[in-house]
């Protein structure tokens, strides 16, 4: 089935967010247009308890943007971010979430944080995405979302691994650019491992149902 996987599309990843990804809310048009075209639509959701160990609040004398050890693993800092249950960590309200059929959550774990939709950094635990998606037969999944250096870029990653096809809708992407081209080398990284990038342009076009008749 036709499934396509929204990531974090979170109002904390938003402009005036707390962990604002420059250019976040361009991505949210993309992700209303194609939601109609698949059957199946899942979302991801960073969801953080408030003492979280990525949070540089946890770690005195740590701004955010360094990397520190936590439980052994490096660990990059980040402001205090969609904490559950709080409006940072609800979907943006202008997507159309009434179409998400199942929603996975992530980075509850406050000694590990989980940037992949599938499973947590250390790969100890799933999020039952992967699960979700073999009971179904589903082979291919459309990924968009926020943001393409950290989270989309581990799901990917992740779901190629788990064997899957990934289809990146690259302008349904923004990147948090810690290092300016941090973006581009994470879309690099994912074509390289296997990801066909692609456009939501190419995807309308593409679905049965929508293309135009030739003759
Ligand atoms: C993310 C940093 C920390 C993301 C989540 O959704 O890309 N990035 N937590
Ligand atoms: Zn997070």
Not at 12 to 41: C, K, Q, S, T, W
Not at 89 to 109: C, M, N, P, W
Not at 126 to 137: A, F, K, P, V
Request: charged residues 25%; contains cysteine.
């Amino acid at each position: 089935m036709k499934t396509l996987l929204l990531v974090d599309l979170q109002n904390d990843f938003l402009p005036g967010g707390a962990l604002a990804v420059p250019e976040g809310d361009r991505v949210i048009a993309v992700a209303n247009r194609l939601m109609p075209h698949f059957p199946l639509v899942l979302a991801s959701k960073d969801w953080h308890p408030p003492d979280h160990g990525s949070f540089a609040s946890q770690h005195p004398g740590h701004p955010p943007g360094d990397t520190i050890l936590l439980d052994g693993r490096d660990q990059i800092l980040w402001p205090d971010h969609c904490v559950q249950g709080t409006r940072g960590a609800d979907f943006s309200s202008h997507l159309e979430h009434t179409r998400i059929q199942a929603v996975f959550y992530k980075g509850t774990d406050p000694l590990l944080d989980s940037y992949s939709a599938l499973f947590d950094n250390d790969h100890r635990r799933s999020t039952g995405l992967i699960e979700y998606l073999r009971e179904r037969s589903v082979e291919e999944i459309c990924v968009l979302g926020l943001a393409t250096d950290y989270c989309v870029q581990a799901t990917v990653l992740d779901a190629l691994r788990e064997g899957l096809r990934v289809r990146l809708v690259t302008d349904g992407c923004r990147g948090v650019n810690l290092q300016s081209g941090d973006d581009q080398r994470a879309l690099n990284a994912m074509r390289s491992s296997g990801a066909m990038l692609v456009t939501s342009d190419d995807l309308v076009r593409t679905r049965p149902g929508v293309s135009r008749q030739s003759r």
